[in-house]
């Protein structure tokens, strides 16, 4: 089968397209992946770059009309997917439409349009302008959503003892994760873990003793604080197992990661991200998380997943149509 993956501008997409081509890994599939230059892994071939069909004085103004939208439809053309999957990328999902091509969007932006309750976030009302709840935005987003075959909610919210009931046409799909292993040498106070480095949050962390700190650099030191790779993956799962305390921005994969290694997530919140704001305030609703400013004091309980038996992983549900 030949697939077309593309990725979105918002650092989960980054780790959700990461771990999708590691599970893909030695399929007999041709993929081809088109992502934008800041938010794509570093260790991937990208065969479009996405930012070539952007203003370049207002990126956030997209627009139809661009002679490189009309090079990228050839290519696409040309090289005839059986199936596109986007994480709600406009200009990939407009052509496959046009194309008349197989549409899955698989995303965790979708919990916003897919939950059937509101559970009261005040979304709109606390976070409009950071959400980007303007009407053309959020008439772009439904045209992606009614438009596409599948519309798969990339969260593990739908595995939580409380899972959130979805709309007609919305699914859960189970975000790829590790369970790390039992071990004494993995533990620590506080493991974090961090798509970019965040000044506020490492001072908060230097006041707690044995913090270790995954993000994308090399293993470097700081005052109480401890940074690695985050591409050593079983050093990452292992320590998240085995520590006390877990930390992120509220990165849909990294409070998935926590979910499944049993860990309630402590969440400093990136208010310039939709995927975080709603995903933490989602996990604070379900009691899988905590939104804080400062310091935290107590320990904290969560419940345990209960893997779905009719939620898949993105590779199963793509084998259903072999």
Known sequence: MKILYASSRNRNSKIQL??????????PHAIKIAAYKDYFPKNLHIDWCLDALLNVYRPDLLSLNNDNLNIYFDQIRDFAPDLIISDLEYFTSYLANLLNITLWQCSSSLLDYGLANTYNLGLFKYYAYSLNRDPAHTQRTVNLITNSNLNLIY?????SPRAPFLKENFEWIRPYHQVGRVSVPCQHYVVACFSKPDAHVMTVLKKYPDSVVFMEAGAEKYQNVYVKDIEIEDEYYCNLRNCIHFVCQGQASFLADAFYNGHYSIIYPNYQDPESIISSQLSKKLGLGDIVAHEWSRTYEIPLPTYNSSIKYLHEKIKELE
């Open 18 to 27: 990461s771990r999708f081509m590691k599970a893909m890994a030695g399929t």
């Open 155 to 159: 969260s593990h919210f739908g595995d």
